[in-house]
């Protein structure tokens, strides 16, 4: 959606707050015609804050997706190399299910993919796949987050409010700001170096 | 703007609810799949918080026939209908509509459009386009907005509210709407430059805008305004024509006119239901709506006088006083009747005796009354006179008796 889409007009403003791509298209644009100092300044700051956030989004987000897709594999190892004995001529089992996991985590990444790829399109099946891709993430990561809210409350109830709380932080917030900081560390790296032979070429002029 | 919409906040409950549940299951239920229940109802619960999906999903559970009763009731009135034979099979009768009305109901059509500026509704012959724009003025004109309607077809009562012209291809009258119109759009653009900005709103309807367009001198140049400029006058544009061909409309180099338009497509699917393309403005894209559920204008069309029907109860009054009158001495087609009200009135007997069926109250005129006293002068029968004349039995044998000096 952009600001000039009728139904971005419509939207509510829990919608617009959510609506990442909005978020990445602005960015894009503020960083078109930076000079080179503010582009430097905020290629500084998003960097530091994508370095903070990077490793929240590996551990909380990403790793936790990976070993819960890894529990699923272990869990089903017997029957699969049992399978793969029978069939180790026709099928590579042992590998399909390490791509399964692969797969897997990359659901991880499926709910920022399709709000950029797919924002026009609203079609009920790719908005079935969206929030399956964000509950399946909200899963996998509760367990990680889960355990770390069990160490700021001794309250059952409290605990899980804050799981929940900081499980949609980790597994839908510290994505989109990232895809948002990624965007604006490219676009501001880009002007940089627009400027700076910009300023070659006036040098050369002079 | 809304905070919050109410299926955005169930979305956002249902992933929290279900999905902590299913997060606490794979904690408390290492290795167990347990968790994927809660993962399915935060899933589901998410997706039915999407319209198009809680349509979908409403639609095929009412298919199921242990559910349909239950969901039948449930059903928005917006939601997807099976077709005909199916929903015979399945599904309870439905109330009984009304005789002249469309299969499908979809109330977003008609809000979208009510939303628009201007309008542009394509559609063929019987293709439901007048009964869209129909729905769209009387709407209008019922909430007090003043609409001019120029339709070639228009009949007495087509239009209630609106001021219609054009009945029976009378373009000349449309062109004369038009420019009264023209001058309207004039005089708002300059209360405008006088710091007006706000405006009653005039609705601009144009039907078989193929036929009206391009034969009424100065209407491109008036649709083309208003197209454009009309909408910050309060001027709104409605136009239904048979295809979106920028010649239809006359047109040709300014398609750009048609992007102010919200384009609307009236048809019929393969199943014969009504169906309403809605043309995105921005993307272009067509997105597939069922048809409003309106009733059919034409039963709104008031029909001509019979001439043959019995008077009204005023004119039987009086026409019974008139019996009772006696017919001028001259024998002319005149009677005075002296009414409470308005008083004396002439009326012409011989015109309004033919509306009273089984009696004849028309005096003999005086030639044949001559000739009946002429027939019993010269000896003839009553009966061979009346058989050869005619006329009023008891008049005619007044004077025959006359004649015969008896």
Known sequence: ?206 | MTLITTDELARGACLLVFGSAAGMCTVSFPGSPIWILPAAAAVGGCALTVPDIRREALATLAALPNLGRAVGALRPPGARRLPQGRAAQQSPPPAAPGPERTPDARPDLLAILQEQPHRLVIGRTRGGKTTLLHKLATDWAASGARVVVCDPDAAPGLWPGCEAVGHGDDLAAIERMLHAVRAEVQTRRAQRAQGVRRFAPLHLVIDEAHDVVPGVPGALDLVEDIARRGAKLGVHLTIGVQDRQVKTLGLEGKSAVLHNFQTVEMLRDADGRRIALLHDPVTGERRRMDAPDLPDPERLIVPPPDPRAPPPAADAALLAQLLATPPPAGGGEQATVHLAQPGPVTVNVTAVAGALPGRRTRPLAQPLRDAYRKAGESGESFRAAYRRLGGNRNEAFEAWRQGRGA
């Open chain 1, 1 to 206: 959606m952009n600001a000039y889409d009728p139904a971005f007009q419509q939207a509510s403003c829990f919608t617009r707050l959510l609506d990442v791509r909005s978020y990445v298209l602005a960015a894009r644009a503020a960083c078109a015609r930076l000079d080179p100092a503010p582009a430097l300044f905020m290629v500084v700051v998003f960097g530091l804050i994508t370095l903070a956030l990077t490793p929240i989004w590996i551990v909380f987000d990403l790793a936790s997706t990976w070993e819960f897709t890894t529990g699923l594999r272990t869990a089903a190892a017997p029957v699969i190399y049992e399978m793969s004995g029978r069939a180790e001529s026709v099928l590579d089992l042992p590998v399909g299910a390490l791509l399964t996991g692969i797969i897997f985590t990359g659901f991880t990444l499926l709910p920022s993919l399709f709000e950029l790829a797919f924002p026009t399109v609203r079609h009920p099946l790719l908005n079935l796949v969206l929030l399956a891709s964000i509950v399946f993430d909200y899963v996998t990561d509760w367990g990680k987050a889960a355990a770390l809210a069990a160490t700021w409350t001794a309250n059952r109830a409290l605990e899980v409010v804050y799981a929940a709380a900081f499980c949609l932080f980790v597994s839908v917030g510290v994505q989109a700001i990232l895809v948002c900081c990624i965007t604006v560390i490219i676009f501001g790296a880009l002007a940089l170096l627009r400027g700076g032979a910009r300023s070659v070429r006036a040098v050369v002029i002079e």
